[in-house]
């Protein structure tokens, strides 16, 4: 399963969108970057970067941070479940 850790942003809401539409399970977790949250160390353990989103699957032992987030996150999955698939 797909841990997603994002906020209500443009960005951040796209690559639960893309799971969605992959069919694909996950669970969200919300950071809320006007409190700070992505400041804190255990997410900053995940993306030393402090943006949101992150995909972390556990089962395949990756994470995926970038600095162009939400299209090679989503990218990434779609790429995964096509070849899945064949």
Same mark, same amino acid.
């Given at each position: 399963?797909? %841990?997603?850790?994002?906020? @209500?942003?443009? *960005?951040?809401?796209?690559?639960?969108?893309? =799971?969605?539409?992959?069919?694909? %399970?996950?669970? =969200?977790?919300?950071? *809320?970057? #006007?409190?700070?949250? %992505?400041?804190?160390?255990?997410?900053?353990? =995940? *993306?030393?970067?402090?943006?949101?989103p992150v995909l972390?699957?556990?089962?395949?032992?990756?994470? =995926? +941070? /970038?600095? +162009? +987030? @939400?299209? @090679?996150? @989503? #990218?990434?999955?779609?790429?995964?479940? /096509?070849? +899945?698939?064949?």
């Amino acid at each position: 399963m797909y %841990q997603v850790y994002a906020f @209500s942003t443009p *960005n951040s809401v796209k690559v639960p969108i893309a =799971l969605e539409e992959l069919g694909l %399970q996950y669970e =969200l977790h919300s950071v *809320n970057v #006007r409190k700070g949250e %992505q400041k804190h160390a255990d997410f900053v353990a =995940l *993306n030393p970067n402090g943006k949101v989103p992150v995909l972390r699957d556990e089962e395949r032992g990756f994470t =995926l +941070r /970038s600095p +162009r +987030r @939400s299209w @090679s996150i @989503s #990218r990434s999955v779609t790429a995964r479940c /096509s070849r +899945r698939s064949r």
